[in-house]
């Protein structure tokens, strides 16, 4: 338990730090207004600061070893996705190059019969 003194001295102490925080809050206030009027003046706004920490931190992002390695990889699955539909398109481009002399053939050969 704590002595009638040691309770007063506690109740002083808070007080005190309650006036404290209520000052240091006044002065971070009249900072923050204060730097806003310089990025006023400055040309500066909401706008810019979020496209200049957007653009640092894409940058900050392309630069780690694991986004190098992400990247690296679709890249080259890419290039195999590429390759593998190419070879697909050239199938089919064939197959109906084919179809297509095969139609032609078979239209053409009961004209030959009739001359």
Known sequence: MLSEEEKEELKAELVQLEDEITTLRQVLSAKERHLVEIK?????NLMNELKQNFS?????????????????????????????FSNVGTAISKKFGDMSYSIRHSISMPAMRRK
Do not use: R
């Open 40 to 44: 006023q003046k400055l040309g500066m």
């Open 56 to 84: 640092k931190s894409w940058h900050d992002m392309q630069t780690t070893p694991a986004y190098k390695k992400t990247h690296e990889t679709l890249s080259h699955a890419g290039q195999k996705a590429t390759a593998a």
